[in-house]
């Protein structure tokens, strides 16, 4: 159900755009969809380079380091389900989302959110020192030790670092986080050839922005992330279902509800 995420509440006639979206100009949908980019990042641009100098000392470091593993799991489930939430907010904001069925909303969310997240992650990413920006410092992967899957963060951190080598505009993300969202092949969709729909149009407005942005070489460099991306989903839900089997009833009562309603 989607109740968790807020999705019976909205008014479905409110929205400015309604679908089909083909009368808008591609022009329009990019402005549209980078502005939904912009309201719905937890931190601009300019306030993560003001941080960039918070980084986390040998204490705090190894405050996390000997927290115990359902602890940093039920932690860090937190602060993803926070970033989700984000996500979720950003998806209701792309033009066509909202005009889906209830259903292929979430189950293109249970499929996409966290790969969104992963990629917004590289905004948060410093590769001088390959940190992320979590919990109000930078964090390098030792951090994350208690979690015990070092190959899920190490293969995080790795995408993160080589997404950042892409510099994309915070425009290029937007557009490209909407396309990874809206895809016409993800399970459990009733109404596939809408989604398609859309799709379409998103694609044509990351074609725009590269090709006005004289960057078309970058799309292509983009379009190979995406089976990455996927990999990296798989693998967490694998350690998912590994924690789970080790701590059913962390994940019963004190993971946060939306995390298991996408992940679990
Ligand atoms: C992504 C960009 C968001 C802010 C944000 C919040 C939480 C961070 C996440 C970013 C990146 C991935 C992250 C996560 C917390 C835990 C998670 C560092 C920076 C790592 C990969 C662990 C995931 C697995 C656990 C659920 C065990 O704007």
Same mark, same amino acid.
């Given at each position: 159900s989607g109740s968790e995420m807020g999705f019976r509440s909205f008014d479905p006639e409110s929205s400015f755009f309604s679908y089909p979206t083909s009368h808008l100009h591609i022009e329009e949908l990019s402005a549209s969809i980078v502005r939904s980019h912009r309201e719905?990042? @937890?931190?601009r641009p300019e306030e993560l380079q003001a941080l960039r100098?918070?980084?986390?000392? %040998?204490e705090e470091i190894h405050a996390y380091?000997?927290?115990?593993?359902?602890? =940093?799991? @039920?932690?860090?489930?937190v602060r993803l389900t926070d970033a989700v939430q984000y996500v979720v907010e950003f998806a209701k904001r792309i033009p066509g989302f909202r005009q889906l069925c209830q259903n292929d909303q979430i189950a293109l969310l249970k499929s996409?959110? =966290?790969?969104?997240?992963?990629? %917004?992650?590289?905004?948060?990413f410093n590769t001088e020192n390959n940190t992320v920006f979590f919990d109000g410092k930078f964090a390098g992967t030792e951090?994350?030790?208690s979690l015990a899957c070092g190959d899920l963060i190490a293969a995080v951190f790795d995408f993160a670092h080589n997404l950042c080598a892409l510099r994309l505009t915070e425009q290029q993300m937007a557009v490209f986080t909407a396309l990874v969202?809206?895809?016409?092949? %993800? !399970?459990?969709? &009733?109404?596939?050839?809408?989604?398609?729909?859309?799709?379409?149009?998103?694609?044509?407005?990351?074609?725009h922005i590269m090709h006005r942005d004289n960057q078309e070489s970058l799309l292509h460099k983009l379009y190979q992330r995406v089976p990455v991306l996927k990999s990296l989903c798989a693998l967490h839900i694998e350690?998912?279902?590994?924690?789970?089997?080790?701590?059913?009833?962390?994940?019963?009562?004190?993971?946060? !509800?939306?995390?298991? &309603?996408?992940?679990?």
């Open positions: 719905t990042t @937890q931190y100098w918070k980084v986390f000392s %040998r380091q000997s927290k115990s593993v359902d602890e =940093m799991w @039920q932690h860090c489930a996409g959110s =966290m790969e969104v997240v992963l990629v %917004r992650m590289s905004r948060m951090l994350f030790k969202l809206i895809n016409a092949d %993800r !399970p459990c969709l &009733e109404d596939r050839e809408r989604v398609q729909k859309v799709r379409r149009d998103v694609e044509l407005a990351l074609s350690k998912l279902r590994w924690f789970r089997q080790l701590y059913p009833l962390t994940v019963h009562s004190l993971f946060p !509800p939306l995390y298991k &309603e996408l992940f679990g």
